[in-house]
């Protein structure tokens, strides 16, 4: 009887060794909170902007000035985004501002009237002029990113909780970015920036999974008139790309976030 005893107190004794041993090996290793913070995923964005293009061409005598201006849209936008926040302030126990800081990289398609001097014809008087051909592509643009944002985050993410299921996070920033742009009458490049907001919500279901609305209003081009790469002997062009909107829905998840800690009823002292 009293070695049943002294077998079941040992049992005891272990189970409550092993325990207390696991929880102080979690809390003994730990990564550092920017990695446990850290995100990566894809986008899809959409670009609205403006296109101006003003266009002179000599040709033997034939002199042909064609100025226009139109409102346009990315018929395509995929992306990849990385990022991180780091912690400012505790507002709650279920709240906390934080510094968002990321990266985005995007590709957009576009599909605008680009003159070109391969359409040229001539009516009936003599006259030249140019036909404007709707391809399916007629530009390409590569964006990157830096947004900065002030983030409140809620639940989960807020404190690197995995019994807390679900989070979100409101925020509002700025967004600088350098763009490059090509199409069949010029190629160049831009820097701008624009304020932005996003919104997301987050579960935790063995990692954090995440998805996000992001929506810019500024000034983002894709390249402008100073910046053009490109030109053609006796062809003067001028054109320009100039975003006024911008809007992107990520998802994401947070690789590190197996390491964060649960809090309970059995480790909370």
Same mark, same amino acid.
């Given at each position: $009887? &009293?070695?049943?005893?002294?077998?079941?107190?040992?049992?005891?004794?272990?189970?409550?060794?092993?325990?207390?041993?696991?929880?102080?090996?979690?809390?003994?290793?730990?990564?550092? /909170?920017?990695?446990?913070?850290?995100? $990566?995923?894809?986008?899809?964005?959409?670009? $609205?902007?403006?296109?101006?293009?003003?266009?002179?061409?000599?040709?033997?005598?034939?002199?042909?000035?064609?100025?226009?201006?139109?409102?346009?849209?990315?018929?395509?936008?995929?992306?990849?985004?990385?990022?991180?926040?780091? #912690?400012?302030?505790? @507002?709650?126990?279920?709240?906390?501002?934080?510094?968002?800081?990321?990266? &985005?990289?995007? $590709? +957009?398609?576009?599909?605008?009237?680009? #003159?070109? +001097?391969?359409?040229?014809?001539?009516?009936?008087?003599?006259?030249?002029?140019?036909? +404007?051909?709707?391809?399916?592509?007629?530009?390409?643009?590569?964006?990157?990113?830096?947004?900065?944002?002030?983030?409140?985050?809620?639940? &989960?993410?807020?404190?690197?909780?995995?019994?807390?299921?679900?989070?979100?996070?409101? /925020?509002?920033?700025?967004?600088?970015?350098?763009?490059?742009?090509?199409?069949?009458?010029?190629? /160049?490049?831009?820097?701008?920036?624009? #304020?932005?907001?996003?919104?997301?919500?987050?579960?935790?279901?063995?990692?954090? +999974?995440? @998805?996000?609305?992001?929506?810019?209003?500024?000034?983002?081009?894709?390249?402008?008139?100073?910046?053009?790469?490109?030109?053609?002997?006796?062809?003067?062009?001028?054109?320009?790309?100039?975003?006024?909107?911008?809007?992107?829905?990520?998802?994401?998840?947070?690789?590190?976030?197996?390491?964060?800690?649960?809090?309970?009823?059995? &480790?909370?002292?």
């Amino acid at each position: $009887m &009293n070695f049943k005893r002294i077998k079941f107190k040992t049992l005891c004794l272990g189970i409550i060794l092993t325990c207390l041993l696991q929880d102080a090996g979690a809390q003994w290793f730990q990564l550092p /909170g920017v990695l446990q913070r850290y995100e $990566m995923g894809y986008s899809y964005a959409v670009g $609205m902007a403006t296109y101006k293009s003003s266009n002179n061409w000599n040709n033997g005598g034939n002199n042909l000035d064609t100025s226009f201006s139109q409102d346009v849209t990315s018929t395509a936008g995929f992306g990849v985004v990385v990022g991180t926040s780091i #912690p400012l302030k505790q @507002l709650s126990n279920r709240c906390m501002l934080a510094l968002g800081i990321g990266y &985005n990289y995007n $590709m +957009f398609t576009w599909d605008y009237k680009s #003159p070109s +001097f391969r359409n040229k014809l001539t009516d009936g008087e003599g006259r030249v002029y140019y036909d +404007f051909n709707e391809l399916p592509i007629s530009g390409v643009s590569l964006q990157m990113g830096l947004p900065i944002s002030a983030d409140f985050k809620f639940g &989960n993410d807020a404190f690197l909780r995995k019994n807390v299921r679900f989070g979100t996070t409101f /925020g509002a920033g700025v967004l600088p970015v350098a763009a490059m742009t090509a199409d069949f009458d010029n190629a /160049g490049f831009g820097f701008g920036a624009a #304020p932005f907001v996003k919104a997301e919500v987050g579960i935790f279901a063995g990692i954090c +999974f995440k @998805l996000r609305a992001q929506y810019a209003l500024g000034y983002l081009p894709f390249y402008d008139s100073k910046n053009s790469l490109s030109g053609f002997t006796g062809y003067d062009v001028k054109s320009s790309l100039i975003g006024k909107q911008q809007l992107s829905i990520s998802l994401l998840i947070m690789p590190f976030s197996w390491a964060w800690q649960e809090r309970g009823w059995w &480790n909370t002292y």
